[in-house]
């Protein structure tokens, strides 16, 4: 095996100030070398090995999933996404960037250096930079487990001083690009506001004690079995159902005729096509989390079975609205969100490798595909001339913060589309990626925004692709959005219930 880079190639002239700055980071070294560290010595070698290859922080992910809470779960993804941009850069930048040799271990007891010896150069540090990447991900969704790795991501970085592999600058800045990632990934995909939407309009809805006449649809395929369980210990006496994807809208019906209030387990998909159950049958909706984003459960202020058998065992509810599209032989509703171009074409390609390698890598892998496109599948006329356009998305609300995917929504009754759309131009997919890392994607060149309550698009395309809450359906012709205000009720516990 040899080193990812030519550490015999001459080493540039010298440098007055870079000098001064070497030796000092060199007796920093040595000074730390010659103190004795209590209660060091059986435990950083150990954790600096351990954190190779980032086994210990896939662990680590794999703990703060376990607590099976929602913001866990997210925190964990976020940590994962920031330690592996972290770890790309670092290797395929940082390391070639400068071939700084490793300190020498004259001065480092025998007892502290590690059994391998690592052969890459030493700037900057992949180790250090991977755990403040971990560390930084974690807090930024979510503070509490923040606070409960920051003290081991900070024991990883320090041990590499500690066995004496890196010099202190290395540690440093390899920490600073390692939070920078984490910020980069928060770019991207804006983290989570902790904030509590304000419980309005309210409705009136029958509570229901111990869950009698509620009936929970659940989708298999999402994997909530355990929520529906353990939402079953809290409401015993409701009536769950299971059932395939395929089974889920004539269940959803079977239980409308004799329910007092209609459930659903499941992701987004699942939930909107409850929502038009009920609106239909006119009863409230009581929505349990069971996907992979449930971006209207969260939105709305249940983020687990607590919330919603309080709700339910209270008769506390909001009225939302509810979004619809309509054009020749197709009409839908959507909760969420609702798209035409480059985002069902994401959709779609997701779709295809889910089964094969679960959805968050195969939304990673669809990603990656279609922005590399860079083509525009849209078409507008707009002042006589057609232009390209390369994503029209309409949210069922204001979105707030938008990365590359929508973040957050603080009112469901707000009367509003929130239509944004991204402009064609040379590699619009390039420039809407810098924008959104940059800071808001309000900012970019190419994107535009407003809000109305209806919107008409006209010659569209037949068997052009249409995604509305993750599902796709194909439209031509006229297609026309539109707000339903008010129109669904939807249980959830009331501020300082």
């Not at 980032?54 to 992910?61: E, T």
């Not at 609702?338 to 994401?346: D, I, Q, T, W």
């Not at 279609?370 to 998305?393: I, K, N, Q, S, T």
């Not at 006209?458 to 339903?484: H, I, R």
Request: proline share 8%; glycine share 10%.
């Amino acid at each position: 095996m040899s080193p990812d880079v030519d550490l015999t190639v001459p080493l540039p002239g010298r440098h007055a100030l870079r000098d001064r700055f070497l030796a000092f980071d060199s007796r920093l070294f040595e000074f730390a070398a010659e103190r004795n560290w209590p209660f060091a010595e059986p435990v950083l070698p150990r954790l600096s090995r351990s954190a190779n290859h980032g086994v210990l922080w896939f662990a680590a992910a794999a703990a703060i999933a376990a607590s099976r809470s929602p913001r866990g779960r997210r925190a964990a993804a976020r940590g994962l996404a920031s330690l592996g941009l972290a770890s790309l850069t670092i290797n395929t930048l940082g390391k070639r960037s400068v071939r700084r040799p490793r300190p020498g271990l004259e001065a480092v007891p025998r007892v502290r250096q590690l059994k391998r010896q690592p052969i890459t150069t030493s700037f900057p540090s992949g180790h250090a930079a991977s755990a403040a990447a971990f560390a930084t991900g974690v807090a930024l969704e979510s503070p509490k487990w923040g606070l409960a790795v920051a003290p081991v991501a900070w024991s990883v970085a320090l041990s590499r001083v500690y066995t004496g592999v890196h010099f202190p600058s290395d540690v440093l800045v390899g920490a600073a690009l390692g939070a920078g990632a984490a910020y980069a990934v928060r770019g991207l995909v804006p983290p989570r506001d902790p904030q509590v939407p304000p419980a309005r309009p309210r409705a009136d809805v029958p509570a229901l004690p111990e869950g009698d006449g509620l009936v929970v649809v659940a989708n298999k395929r999402a994997g909530s079995s355990d929520r529906v369980h353990a939402l079953l210990d809290l409401l015993p006496r409701a009536e769950v159902v299971e059932c395939e994807p395929r089974d889920l809208g004539a269940e959803l019906e079977r239980a409308a005729g004799h329910a007092r209030a209609l459930g659903v387990c499941g992701g987004d998909g699942s939930v909107n096509a409850a929502a038009e159950v009920a609106l239909r049958h006119g009863l409230p909706l009581a929505v349990l989390p069971g996907g992979t984003l449930n971006h209207f459960a969260l939105d709305l202020g249940v983020e687990d079975e607590t919330d919603l058998s309080r709700a339910v065992t209270r008769g506390e509810a909001v009225r939302v609205d509810v979004g619809r599209f309509r054009s020749p032989g197709r009409e839908g509703v959507f909760l969420n969100t609702c798209s035409l171009g480059v985002y069902p074409e994401l959709v779609r390609e997701r779709d295809r490798f889910a089964s094969e390698v679960g959805d968050w890598p195969a939304g990673v892998l669809a990603a990656a595909r279609v922005l590399r496109r860079d083509r525009h599948p849209l078409r507008a006329e707009v002042g006589g001339g057609a232009h390209p356009l390369w994503l029209l998305f309409a949210g069922n609300g204001t979105y707030h913060r938008l990365g590359l995917a929508p973040a957050r929504r603080l009112d469901l009754a707000d009367g509003v589309l929130d239509v944004r759309v991204v402009h064609g131009g040379r590699r619009p997919a390039l420039r809407l990626l810098a924008a959104a890392v940059a800071g808001p994607l309000s900012r970019s060149p190419v994107h535009a925004a407003v809000q109305v309550a209806r919107l008409r698009l006209t010659t569209v395309d037949p068997g052009t692709p249409l995604a509305y809450d993750g599902e796709v359906t194909e439209v031509g012709g006229e297609v026309t959005l539109e707000k339903l205000p008010e129109a669904l009720t939807v249980y959830r516990p009331l501020p300082g219930s």
